[in-house]
């Protein structure tokens, strides 16, 4: 079993940044990929990021390329996603997600999500 508690959302301006944290409970959070989501008002959840276990293997949507970074610490058992140059089109719930299966995480078939955390960019 994993738990997973997503903290670092909140209210910021076009161009502004966030970083989001999500930490995850259990001894094998190093044996897990980790992804994050997002889900608009209205709009279906969608994939932003993912990270192989080792951290070594990194994958974004094309939207957030160049501005989201995502990269994990294993000691202290968390992902974090930092978020750069925000725009509106940005303001969703953001979710985290653990996957032993790499195609399923980007699937968002993930057996683990957190609760999410909300993110809006005003204009």
């Known amino acids: 079993q994993v738990q997973l508690v997503e903290s670092g959302g909140g209210l910021v301006q076009t161009g502004g940044s966030l970083r989001l944290s999500c930490a995850a409970s259990?001894?094998?959070?190093?044996?897990?990929?980790m992804g994050w989501f997002r889900q608009a008002p209205g709009k279906e959840r969608e994939f932003v990021a993912a990270?192989?276990?080792?951290?070594?293997?990194?994958y974004y949507t094309h939207s957030v390329k160049g501005r989201f970074t995502i990269s994990r610490d294993n000691a202290k058992n968390t992902v974090y996603l930092q978020m750069n140059s925000l725009k509106p089109e940005d303001t969703a719930v953001y979710y985290c997600?653990?996957?032993?299966?790499?195609?399923?995480?980007?699937?968002?078939?993930?057996?683990?999500w957190g609760q999410g955390t909300q993110v809006t960019v005003s204009s």
């Open positions: 990270i192989s276990w080792s951290g070594g293997s990194t």
């Open positions: 997600a653990a996957e032993r299966t790499w195609e399923l995480l980007l699937s968002g078939r993930s057996d683990y």
């Open positions: 259990g001894r094998t959070f190093s044996s897990y990929a």
